[in-house]
């Protein structure tokens, strides 16, 4: 009995401290058999207490008096399935007749509480079914990226999401996007995620880094073309809107619209056409809006205005010539000028990392959800890399990119390099990378010192 009492508490201690040390060695041990019977046991009734339920229909009443029984209680929906992941537990409910998917997603903060689990979101994947994943534990304190991913082309894996889940930037599906967040929020973390993702894959990459390149620079050799100055983005965003001319005439030449031509053979943007034809997809990062927007004379308004121009065109026209935008910044409102809202109106996809003031949220998440403005203002200062991310739709959710030093990213980018297309149309802007430095230079051989 003595020794069957020790290995109790060494059990005891060790489950312990991986809760405490890590709580996602701890769940793959313990927690997900425990939180699997508390669900299954507590399931009645925590639904019943929830709200969850409905009362037995009219016929069974019926029945039960009838055959003289006891009157049937209350059903809650059905458990189709229940899914232990590496994060948490994921359940596949069937709706009862008068049930609704907004009755779970309300009641997911009451059913976490229940359950002991750390978070519960819902989404329904068809009438009548309703998918709960639940989190064991903070996934974002720690961030650790699952070794598979569902990569595609123009698909990347960046963050993780509140609920266990991968977060991908997928270009096919939103196009554009907007990512803002104050200084030392993340957005350089999350940007060099993206460069990560995409440094493997066939696609051109093209930077535009008025922070005189200190950002994208150190991963010139994965650019097809760098800018680091208003003057060169403006000539380099104009020769891209050139491009996109060029292939949309690329594409009315090989549409070849007939009666015997099959409807799904009829091209309408790039991946359409035959792949020994199809163009080389870019995406396009702006990692400073506001200095392209920003302007002191007249001469630098009209640059500004040029670029704007350009901006707005590539954002409108762009995606079926295989040209995607991701803009960065601090702030993205209408005090940067006109045609900044008709921009903003292009970029489907918006995260917000942490902001400093409720209107910088609301310039992100104003006109598609409340409470995506209200989760972003809460996101603390010492959890960096944390954002609030949503679409058109409505949707939104907490994300936060793995952390990936300026190192890690330069590294990825060299290694791949080889995949850097040459795009004749922006070839005067291809990086003279043979003349990057590789080593640190003194201070005091760049400038003089000061007394």
């Not at 409910?93 to 049930?99: F, K, M, Y």
């Not at 359409?272 to 302007?295: G, M, Y």
Request: with cysteine; charged share 25%; net charge positive.
């Amino acid at each position: 009995m003595t020794a069957f009492t020790v290995v109790v508490v060494l059990v005891v201690a060790a489950a312990g401290l991986l809760r405490w040390r890590r709580p996602a060695w701890y769940w793959l041990t313990f927690g997900v058999a425990l939180a699997t019977l508390r669900v299954l046991v507590r399931y009645s009734s925590v639904m019943d207490a929830c709200g969850l339920t409905v009362p037995p229909s009219r016929w069974r009443l019926a029945l039960a008096r009838v055959a003289n029984r006891d009157v049937p209680q209350s059903r809650p929906p059905r458990i189709l399935r229940i899914r232990p992941t590496r994060t948490g537990l994921v359940l596949r409910l069937g709706l009862r007749p008068g049930q609704d998917a907004f009755d779970v997603a309300a009641a997911s903060d009451r059913l976490r509480h229940s359950f002991g689990l750390y978070g519960v979101t819902s989404r329904e994947l068809r009438s009548g079914v309703v998918e709960v994943r639940m989190t064991g534990y903070d996934v974002l304190k720690r961030v650790q990226m699952p070794a598979g991913t569902d990569t595609r082309p123009m698909r990347v894996p960046v963050a993780l999401r509140e609920d266990g889940s991968v977060h991908y930037r997928d270009y096919r599906a939103v196009p554009h996007g907007l990512t803002l967040g104050a200084t030392e929020s993340g957005k350089s973390v999350y940007q060099r995620n993206l460069v990560a993702g995409f440094a493997p894959l066939d696609v051109a990459l093209v930077g535009i880094d008025c922070k005189q390149g200190v950002e994208l620079f150190p991963l010139a050799r994965r650019f097809s073309a760098l800018a680091d100055n208003p003057d060169t983005a403006l000539a380099l965003l104009e020769a891209l809107v050139a491009h996109m001319e060029d292939v949309y005439q690329l594409i009315r030449a090989e549409q070849r619209i007939t009666v015997d031509v099959p409807d799904i053979e009829i091209a309408a943007d790039i991946f359409d056409l035959p792949a020994d034809l199809r163009p080389v997809p870019i995406v396009v990062l702006v990692d400073e809006v506001a200095e392209l927007a920003l302007f002191a004379t007249k001469e630098d308004e009209k640059r500004r205005d040029r670029i704007i121009t350009a901006l707005v065109r590539l954002a409108q026209l762009g995606r079926a010539a295989g040209i995607y935008l991701e803009i960065c910044g601090q702030r993205f409102g209408s005090e940067l000028g006109k045609g900044i809202t008709m921009l903003r109106a292009q970029l489907t996809g918006r995260t917000a990392h942490r902001v400093n003031d409720e209107s910088s949220a609301s310039m992100a998440f104003g006109d598609i959800s409340p409470d995506a403005v209200l989760a972003a203002i809460q996101i603390p200062t010492e959890t960096p890399g944390i954002a609030v991310t949503g679409d058109s739709s409505g949707g939104w959710t907490r994300i936060r990119a793995p952390h990936t030093s300026l190192r890690e990213a330069v590294n990825i980018c060299n290694k791949h390099a080889e995949r850097t297309p040459d795009l004749p149309a922006l070839a005067a802007f291809r990086p003279a990378v043979a003349l990057l430095p590789s080593a640190r230079v003194p201070l005091s051989k760049t400038a003089p010192a000061t007394v």
